[in-house]
């Protein structure tokens, strides 16, 4: 499937489990998400633990025709708080 990393959006397209050789350092090791993911962020987040429901940032990577997703909102708690839910139809 397809792998983006979201640090720098360099995209991999893996086949068969197909393994890739590449050289990082510890500030650059790839954080990868899968095709047809949603995935908040808030780009003035101090920490990891933060309300996902104030400003977040939605990112959705390499989404398929006919893809249709659904993520959690959780509050700082990690609370149930609502949902995203993204949809393609052809080239849009």
Known sequence: GKWTNILNEKTYDVKNGEWFDETYDNLTLPLLARENSIILRNPNAEHAE?????SPDIHLYEFADGAKETTRVVDEKGKPAG???AERSGST
């Open 50 to 54: 933060y309300d996902y429901t104030d």
């Open 83 to 85: 949902h995203v839910t």
